[in-house]
């Protein structure tokens, strides 16, 4: 597993980047980008509960 | 012969007249009776009725002129009809495009017919005045590849992008069908590698080249995991994204729709991605399996 710095100007389509790769991929750094990973993943577990 | 047409008939060599007089200035009404099949006397009163006809106003200078009492044929005043009753220019390009890509679906099973179409094109390009390029897609050539090797039960070697790995893989298939779902072409087909029938998209197959006679033997489709699930979706996020996004033309005003998808990986994680913008409702196990992988994203943030 590597990092790398990726340059984004929407933040929501960015997240949705990332979750398309699911766990091949997680977010390091802003933590505002990262709540906003984990904020939706919440509410993905929490809607299919 | 005829010396007597119907009215269609009539008119349309009417409008054919006039262009053929204006390069045939001075032609025998004999000679120009037998051009058109009629009769002298049927000709002379197509010449007469073709003297009425002319712009609106309907006055002498608006009129064809027409002569012929000498026995030989010239107008004059007739420049508003002479051009040839023929397609338009934008229908002979729909019929260049159409021909270039038939043409590329006829190369590798009906040779023979590649000349004659490329003959035809030829004539029809200078009927537009200028050239006109048709890049057909890849997929109209693949078709004719996967339709040829179905008939002769030929395997086939793929080059194939797969968005959801993002990956080119090299793939064996024995070709079964082709099948058109929401706008894209699907080749189905037994992949060797994963022993199991896969839905290739020909608009993401990079290239194929037929490999051999096929030895497997086929499973049943129905059993395969490859073979189109029903799911049901709840749409609660902006829908105009989420459809472009899924490939939808539109999603109903309450959020809920059916799909059919060939891929449960693929639903999954456009489930996951569009975070709380989607629900699965069914099947209910697919609902299980995306909690679950939201739960193992999850934790790779706590650790």
């Keep these: 597993m590597g990092s790398s710095v990726v340059p984004y100007q929407d933040s929501m389509q960015l997240v949705r980047e990332v979750l398309w790769a699911g766990d091949n991929a997680i977010v390091l750094a802003p933590d505002s980008l990262r709540e906003q990973v984990i904020d939706s993943l919440k509410k993905v577990v929490a809607i299919h509960g | ?303």
């Excluded at chain 2, 106003?57 to 040839?84: C, K, M, Q, R, W």
């Excluded at chain 2, 060797?192 to 086929?218: C, K, N, V, W, Y």
């Excluded at chain 2, 489930?271 to 697919?286: K, M, R, Y």
């Excluded at chain 2, 992988?293 to 706590?302: F, G, P, Q, R």
């Design chain 2, 1 to 303: 012969m005829a010396n007597q047409s119907a009215p269609i008939q009539e008119v349309s060599r009417l409008l054919d007249l006039v262009p053929f007089l204006s390069t045939h200035s001075h032609i025998s009404l004999k000679e120009l009776s037998a051009e058109f099949g009629i009769s002298e006397k049927a000709m002379a009163n197509e010449l007469t009725a073709l003297s009425m006809c002319g712009l609106p106003g309907y006055t002498p200078y608006e009129l064809i002129e027409v002569f012929f009492d000498s026995g030989f044929v010239s107008i004059n005043n007739h420049e508003a009809l002479d051009i040839p009753r023929a397609l338009s220019q934008l229908e002979v390009a729909s019929l260049l495009i159409g021909l270039e890509i038939l043409r590329d679906a006829c190369q590798d099973r009906e040779p023979s017919l590649v000349d004659k179409i490329d003959q035809l094109v030829e004539q029809m390009k200078n009927l537009l005045g200028g050239s006109i390029e048709v890049d057909s897609n890849e997929a109209t050539v693949f078709r004719a590849t996967i339709e040829s090797a179905i008939a002769g039960r030929q395997s086939l070697n793929l080059q194939y992008l797969s968005p959801l790995k993002d990956e080119v893989s090299t793939r064996k298939v024995d070709p079964l069908s082709l099948q058109s779902e929401r706008g894209h072409l699907y080749l189905v087909a037994f992949c060797h590698a994963a022993q199991a029938i896969r839905h290739f998209r020909l608009d993401r197959i990079i290239e194929m080249t037929t490999a051999g006679p096929s030895t497997t033997t086929t499973p049943d489709f129905a059993d395969q995991e490859g073979a189109l699930t029903k799911v049901g979706i709840r749409v609660m996020g902006e829908k105009r994204s989420i459809a472009e996004s899924l490939g939808l033309s539109e999603i109903p005003v309450d959020g809920h729709l059916g799909l059919e998808v060939f891929s449960l990986q693929w639903i999954s994680k456009a489930v996951i991605a569009h975070g709380p913008q989607i629900e699965l409702l069914t099947p209910e196990n697919l609902r299980g399996n995306i909690k679950d992988a939201a739960e193992n994203i999850l934790a790779l943030y706590s650790s």
